[in-house]
């Protein structure tokens, strides 16, 4: 019997993470939690609670009541938000997942841990271009520093007390369910919420832009399949490249365009133009696919009509 515990349950991913664990292992096995309410689909179909993942004492307590056997820490600062509060998200995202690691070391009853790190590990010393796993990770970036520090932790923790850590560097994941929590990335979801809104977005980001995107669903299954493969074909326990797709901002507004001619975009680039001129353009996930399989289906086409649909619904 399985019982998972999901820490930031109320944010992009784990809003659609815990109903996807909910459907395999039941409602009532997955617990979501977060500092907020997660939504009605989340806090009406099984448990959660508010959590604090710095609280360690009630983490600690909230482990061994509910019998807990899976983690899956997904609370963070993201990038854009962790460069105007440095230290303060420095703190958030270090302790958050040392508690989590520390506890997974000393209760034997938790059995995998699950920990998010970014393309963010990358910095401007890197080949940017269909980026391999091992390469030179130099981020300037307070979101990357602690991706790649959590990064070195995750497999410190798997070689010198067998915790059983996976982990994924996710692209900038586009939905439509939550709205993302403040990243580089943001642009890709924001521009479908204005253009349904308004008929048009003033970007963040410059025209030819490239970033590595993935959408949610795809993210989701890549999480669930690296969790459930067997603990020897977890060959990385730093983390994982996952590609998916790649585009810049004017060609997902001509996209947009071909389902809303009179779309119209702008461009004004504010800090985070730096931030993503120092991350991949595209990643190379062969050691994904090789290892558990890794795949993602959904492309810039599928992706825009799913967004449009789903915002405008969403709006209505
Ligand atoms: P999000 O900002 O949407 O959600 C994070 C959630 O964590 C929020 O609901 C927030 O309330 C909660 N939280 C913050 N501090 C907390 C604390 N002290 N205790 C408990 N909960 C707390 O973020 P997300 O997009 O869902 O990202 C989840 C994870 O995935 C993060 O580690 C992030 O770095 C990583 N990631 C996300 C993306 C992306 O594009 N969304 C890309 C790469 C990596
Ligand atoms: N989407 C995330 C961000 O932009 C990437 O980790 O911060």
Redesign the pocket.
């Known amino acids: 019997m399985e019982n998972i515990l999901i ?8 809003s659609e993470l815990t109903l996807s664990l909910r459907e395999i292992y039941g409602n009532e096995h997955v617990f979501a ?4 309410k997660p939504a009605k689909d989340v806090s009406e179909t099984g448990p959660w609670a508010i ?4 609280d360690n004492k009630r983490l600690v307590h909230f482990v061994i009541r509910h019998n807990i056997t899976q983690i899956y820490h ?5 990038s854009g938000n962790a460069e105007r509060i440095p230290i303060q998200a420095w703190n ?1 995202n270090m302790e ?1 997942l040392m508690n989590i690691l520390d506890l997974a070391k000393e209760i034997p009853e938790i059995k995998k841990i699950f ?6 590990v990358f910095g401007p010393t890197t080949p940017r271009q269909n980026t391999p796993q091992l390469t030179i990770t130099e981020p300037n970036t307070v ?1 990357g520093i602690s ?1 790649i520090a959590g990064e070195r932790w995750c497999e410190y923790f798997f070689e010198k007390y067998g915790v059983d850590v996976r982990s994924i ?5 586009i939905s439509y369910k ?1 709205e ?4 580089t ?1 943001d642009y890709a979801v924001e521009i479908f919420y204005e253009a349904i809104k308004n008929g048009k977005y003033e970007c963040f980001l410059e025209e030819n832009t490239y970033l590595p995107m993935m959408f949610m669903s795809d993210a989701i299954k890549a999480t669930i399949d690296l969790m459930e493969a067997k603990p020897e074909d977890v060959k990385i326990r730093s983390s994982y490249n996952v590609g998916g797709i790649s585009f810049s901002p004017k060609e997902l507004s001509n996209e947009i365009k071909k389902h809303m001619p009179d779309f119209e975009i702008t461009y004004k680039s504010d800090f985070r133009q730096k931030i993503a001129e120092s991350w991949p353009q595209s990643i190379n996930d062969q050691e994904a696919e090789k290892d558990w399989d890794c795949k993602t289906t959904i492309k810039i086409e599928e992706m825009t009509k799913i967004m449009l649909d789903g915002v405008r619904e969403k709006l209505q």
Not at 33 to 36: A, F, G, N, R
Not at 51 to 54: E, H, N, P, R, S
Not at 169 to 173: E, F, H, I, Q, S
Not at 180 to 183: A, E, N, Q, T, V
């Open positions: 820490i930031g349950a109320a944010g992009q991913i784990g939690t977060d500092l907020k959590l604090d993942v710095l997904l609370a963070a600062v993201l958030i958050g920990w998010p790190s970014s393309i963010a979101y991706k560097r996710y692209p900038g994941l939550t993302p929590g403040g990243g990335t």
